[in-house]
């Protein structure tokens, strides 16, 4: 009779050791799309001077809520990727995920000025017109943000709205 009481509670424990070791597993950081995430982190990992592809791995992360694998891809990634127009653009919305807007909004300043070296002179070639507006109204949204003392968009949503607003207040027409 003892044997049998101990041989049941050994398989009580047994049982309970199995069911604790399932729910102790962490959870994925990426859950969702991981494996278009994985085939896009093994492309950028055999091409890392490729900008476009280091560009989507960045914006995958982004769409799955991880800015933070987004900024530490784009800061390690090589020089020629780091100075991509484009890819700075990529940045600076990182940025402005991560409630950094007084840094999302130097790296717009830069992507503005790389684009447009001067009033006289037209659009670098480097630069794509739909870039360069893109870069200009988030230049000045920013700019707004953190004149407000805005840092995260959800923590502040009535001054973000204020920022955006005053930013988009005044149109601009230039005809050529």
């Known amino acids: 009779m003892r044997a049998w009481a101990y041989g049941i509670a050994i398989m ?43 560009r989507t791995l960045a914006q995958a992360y982004l769409d799955a809520r991880q800015p933070g694998l987004a900024r530490v891809l784009l800061e390690a990634a090589p020089g020629g990727v780091r100075t991509d127009l484009q890819t700075r653009h990529v940045l600076a919305r990182t940025l402005l995920d991560q409630g950094r807007n007084d840094l999302a909004l130097d790296v717009e300043v830069g992507v503005v000025a790389d684009c447009r070296p001067s009033e006289s002179r037209g659009l670098a070639s480097t630069c794509d017109p739909v870039l360069f507006a893109s870069a200009v109204r988030r230049t000045s949204i920013l700019r707004e943000m953190v004149a407000l003392g805005v840092t995260d968009v959800l923590t502040h949503p009535d001054a973000s709205l204020v920022a955006y607003e005053n930013a988009t207040r005044e149109a601009r027409v230039r005809l050529e």
């Open 12 to 54: 009580i424990a047994v049982g309970a050791v199995w069911v604790l070791s399932g729910t102790q597993h962490s959870r994925a950081v990426l859950p969702e799309a991981a494996s278009s995430i994985r085939s896009l982190e093994a492309a950028v990992a055999a091409h890392p001077e490729n900008p476009a592809m280091t």
